[in-house]
Antibody, heavy 120, light 108 residues
Framework: EVQLVESGGGLVKPGGSLRLSCTAS????????MHWVRQAPGKGLEWVSS????????YYADSVRGRFTISRDNTKSSLYLQMSSLRAEDTAVYYCARVRERGFAELDFWGQGTLVTVSS | EIVLTQSPGTLSLSPGERATLSCRASRSVSSNYLAWYQHKPGQAPRLLVYGASSRAAGVPDRFSGSGSGTDFTLTISRLEPEDFAVYYC?????????FGPGTKVDIK
């Protein structure tokens, strides 16, 4: 069974940093592209970042470029999102999601999300 | 970036009715890489359609996607009680892989 479990969320002050993790199981993690998507309270889904299996190609939304860094460790079946210079508008539930097998960037499995709250 | 507009914002229908959701892109979506997701409160989003018209694994055939270029549609032929949710389109042909604002389908 495919499982994605996010962790690392919490309360952080503006300007602070946080590292999210996503632990995968039930599939060959090293073969799949992975994404982060977030949802601010009462708002819609917002794509954040993506990384291909080899980590060669990485993409970011304009709203986080230069502040967030996506990475992965295929030996640990884990995806990460290092977030720095956090702002109130980064407050959201952060989901990790897997690209569909043989897909391009459509996301067929998602975790349950981890809440990040940026507040003083 | 490609901006997606979804209409209507809210669709109030009864079980058994047909739902037609629209997604319009500010410019052509590369290779028609357009997906539809269903999202319920407290749950993970669920992929319904990819490539504009291909149903994802395990998705009932009452869900169908159509369209190309800048205009796309998700149709739910007969609403079941479990279909009341928010639906998002997403283009994934050009980074940033933007989502639309969503259409809420609620019970009339």
């Amino acid at each position: 069974e495919v499982q994605l479990v996010e962790s690392g969320g919490g309360l952080v002050k503006p300007g602070g940093s946080l590292r999210l993790s996503c632990t995968a199981s039930g599939f060959t993690f090293s073969s799949y592209g992975m994404h982060w998507v977030r949802q601010a309270p009462g708002k819609g889904l917002e794509w954040v970042s993506s990384i291909i299996p080899s980590s060669t190609f990485i993409y970011y939304a304009d709203s986080v470029r230069g502040r967030f860094t996506i990475s992965r460790d295929n030996t640990k079946s884990s995806l990460y999102l290092q977030m720095s210079s956090l702002r109130a508008e980064d407050t959201a539930v952060y989901y990790c999601a897997r690209v569909r097998e043989r897909g391009f960037a459509e996301l067929d499995f998602w975790g349950q999300g981890t809440l990040v709250t940026v507040s003083s | 970036e490609i901006v997606l507009t979804q209409s209507p914002g809210t669709l109030s229908l009864s079980p058994g009715e047909r739902a037609t959701l629209s997604c319009r892109a500010s410019r052509s979506v590369s290779s028609n890489y357009l997906a539809w997701y269903q999202h319920k409160p407290g749950q993970a989003p669920r992929l319904l359609v990819y490539g504009a018209s291909s149903r994802a694994a395990g998705v009932p055939d009452r869900f169908s996607g159509s369209g190309s270029g800048t205009d796309f549609t998700l149709t739910i032929s007969r609403l079941e009680p479990e279909d009341f949710a928010v639906y998002y389109c997403q283009q994934y042909g050009t980074s940033p892989f933007t989502f639309g604002p969503g259409t809420k389908v609620d019970i009339k």
